[in-house]
């Protein structure tokens, strides 16, 4: 499911037309498969379980913007952590005394909720002029067939005002 509508784009771009409906909602698609890799975010909100591996001074989630936990058990001796015992940021989870985490290969077994229940104002703004850029390279590219027509999307935000939106919203650079 998109977050970014097709009317929302062509309201931003002026686009009266519906001929181009289709790739519209295909370069959605793309651009927010593209922000969630780039930024290391998912755009969509969801429940999950997983195991996490112990010996670090954080235990990082896979599924971010991580925004609740329900659960956090220790599985070497199935013990349930007391929400008083760690603390939760965005990527993961850190222990309330600031220690490491114990030893061990999927250890805590996480039950969290992950990514945005509401996407940002400013996220949305750059998935839509990121297909706003894709759409104008497509239409200046008119001669050639429709799956021939490639898109880079870095090339079409890298250094511009996308950058800063992108920027701001993305949880890779938090512990790369």
């Known amino acids: 499911m998109s977050v970014v509508t097709i009317a929302e784009v062509k309201a931003l771009g002026r686009i009266s037309t519906s001929s181009q409906d289709t790739l519209l909602q295909d370069l959605i698609d ?3 498969s593209f922000v969630e890799e780039y930024c290391d975010i ?3 909100s969801e429940e999950v ?3 996490l591996d112990g010996g670090n001074y954080y235990l990082r989630v896979s599924r971010k913007p991580m925004t609740a936990v329900s659960s956090v058990i220790d599985t070497e001796d199935d ?3 007391d929400s008083d015992d ?3 940021v965005s990527f993961g989870l850190f222990q309330a005394d600031e220690t490491q985490w114990g030893e061990g290969l999927q250890r ?3 039950t969290y909720t992950g990514g945005w229940s509401t996407v940002p104002p400013g996220l949305k703004l750059a998935i839509r002029q990121l297909v706003l850029r894709a759409y104008t390279n497509f239409e200046a590219q008119d001669n050639r067939d429709e799956s021939d027509r490639k898109v880079s999307w ?3 935000w890298d250094g511009s005002d996308i950058t800063a ?3 701001q919203y993305s949880l890779k650079p938090v512990l790369d």
Do not use: F, G
Request: charged share 20%.
């Open 79 to 81: 013990t349930v952590l």
């Open 49 to 51: 379980t997983e195991s």
């Open 154 to 156: 870095q090339s079409l």
């Open 165 to 167: 939106y992108l920027e």
């Open 42 to 44: 998912s755009l969509t």
């Open 108 to 110: 805590y077994e996480t």
């Open 30 to 32: 793309s651009a927010e």
């Open 86 to 88: 760690y603390k939760n």
